[in-house]
């Protein structure tokens, strides 16, 4: 696998104007440019998913605490050499987060994920303890692609408001009428249409989260449809490598927090639920989430 990395820190002036320093750079993996934005002070926390998208969803009072670095998945990078989608697997994935340790010299971190990637962030700390200090899931996934976990969502979305059910029925009429988008611009659509089911906010409008994004859409379906078809978190052993924290939305309808009843026997695992918050707690309710998460990493 070849690596090679390229650093670039921002203007001295912005270095010295009493905010964290911010840098930025990108490591490249078999030909894959993984993107990384630096920010923040205090204990190193790495970001899987993106370095656009994820920087939005975090506070600025949260950089005074954590040494953010947001990197790339290779399913949001802009410089992007294709894969063979049958030999890019759970390991190839776990690999590319551990070679970005590696290269940005992080001895022990902590790891953050939220949707799909905090489960990949659960799974790279199980084959990495030792490089983990604590795990930290956003309405993340324990069981994924299967029947189980889709059960889950129809149980849960039964419960909605009539109003918020027929904002989404209207935003579903309103995604059926849009023609001639690309893969990718049919899955950010998709996703902001969606809103009554991601957000507190039934009429929440995501598309800024989404400004230059890049999408590779053939391999994050592969990651849903594939990769994580029939995934159960503890199949095989009901533990936690490193302490392990869990945030989850009561209105998040993608993935539901009920998915994650039955697991307080397991030492070392923290569920939070957050009242009035959807599928992105630490932007929905970013006070609340802030105290809550340091509060829980200085207890351990």
Known sequence: MFISVHLNLFSEKQKNDNKPPVSSGHITVDGTD??????????????????IYYPRTFSKELRNHLKFYFVDMR???????????????LQTITD??????????????????????????????KRHPDKVSHIIMIGSPDIAGNKEQEDAIDSLWKTASDDRRKIQNKNWKILADMKNLSPAQS??????????????????????????????????HHLYDTIFINYYMFRDRRNVPVPTYVALGKYDYVDPYTLWNGHDDIPGLTKRIFEKSGHTPQLEQPELFDAELMKWIKEN
């Open 34 to 51: 993984l993107n990384y934005t630096v920010e923040g002070k205090g204990m190193p926390c790495l970001v899987i998913g993106s370095s």
């Open 96 to 125: 590319d987060i551990e070679k970005v340790r590696s290269e940005l010299k992080l001895k022990k971190i902590i790891i953050l994920g939220h949707s799909i990637h905090g489960t990949i962030a659960f799974e790279y700390a």
């Open 75 to 89: 399913w949001f990078a802009k410089n992007y050499s294709p894969v063979n989608l049958a030999d890019f697997t």
């Open 187 to 220: 899955d950010v659509e998709t996703y902001c249409l969606m809103g009554p089911e991601y957000w507190y906010d039934a009429t929440y409008d995501a598309r800024w989260l989404w400004k230059d994004m890049t999408i590779h859409s053939d391999l994050l």
